[in-house]
T-cell receptor
Framework: SQQGEEDPQALSIQEGENATMNCSYKTSINNLQWYRQNSGRGLVHLILIRSNEREKHSGRLRVTLDTSKKSSSLLITASRAADTASYFCATAGDTGRRALTFGSGTRLQVQP | DGGITQSPKYLFRKEGQNVTLSCEQNLNHDAMYWYRQDPGQGLRLIYYSQIVNDFQKGDIAEGYSVSREKKESFPLTVTSAQKNPTAFYLC?????????????FGPGTRLTVT
């Protein structure tokens, strides 16, 4: 079952603009992770935010987590053409299965 | 050069044939995973293994089989029982099982069955 749902499904922006992607999930989580996938390639881990954290930064990435709303957002600031990719959130439940559940992804296109 | 390798990158098979996809890691990770990705969609978990000689079914295990005889290897067999096997298959590993660890992905194998 896919727990995470990303919004929007697709996003097109100009280079230099900020890109915001949202992820909603259904059940309690231990942590939430964001991954990036270039077309036809494997996924690359970007950032992990634990359930007791509200915000985390890594370079031009900013992730927020609101466990009361069961949602997370990924902000990419000052986007570049090289940021063009699909971005997935993945949730780690706080009980039971010992594997991540991935959402359906946001396809980001950054126009040069 | 550490990482996860998957081979081949592209694989073509006739319907009714079993096919085995290779996944090898030299990261000394305990846990390994197989996912399936269909066009424009997210990843769905097929099988995962927490340790050698152990594996667990994921969300879509029907028509697939795995083995974990060595820590570094986790091959996936797509059997003729899998109704719609054409997809992009991704292998991943993490240092330990459990959700607190990031996963490292291989480059994927694109399987086409005709």
């Amino acid at each position: 079952s896919q727990q995470g749902e990303e919004d929007p499904q697709a996003l097109s922006i100009q280079e230099g603009e900020n890109a915001t992607m949202n992820c909603s999930y259904k059940t309690s989580i231990n942590n939430l992770q964001w991954y990036r996938q270039n077309s036809g390639r494997g996924l690359v881990h970007l950032i992990l935010i634990r359930s007791n954290e509200r915000e985390k930064h890594s370079g031009r990435l900013r992730v927020t987590l609101d466990t009361s709303k069961k949602s997370s957002s990924l902000l990419i600031t000052a986007s570049r053409a090289a940021d063009t990719a699909s971005y997935f959130c993945a949730t780690a439940g706080d009980t039971g299965r010992r594997a991540l559940t991935f959402g359906s992804g946001t396809r980001l296109q950054v126009q040069p | 050069d550490g990482g996860i390798t998957q081979s081949p990158k592209y694989l073509f098979r006739k319907e009714g044939q079993n096919v085995t996809l290779s996944c090898e890691q030299n990261l000394n990770h305990d846990a390994m995973y197989w996912y399936r990705q269909d066009p424009g969609q997210g990843l769905r978990l097929i099988y995962y293994s927490q340790i050698v000689n152990d594996f667990q079914k994921g969300d879509i295990a029907e028509g697939y089989s795995v083995s974990r005889e060595k820590k570094e290897s986790f091959p996936l067999t797509v059997t003729s029982a899998q109704k719609n096997p054409t997809a992009f298959y991704l292998c991943a590993s993490s240092v330990k099982p459990g959700q607190g660890y990031e996963q490292y992905f291989g480059p994927g194998t694109r399987l086409t069955v005709t």
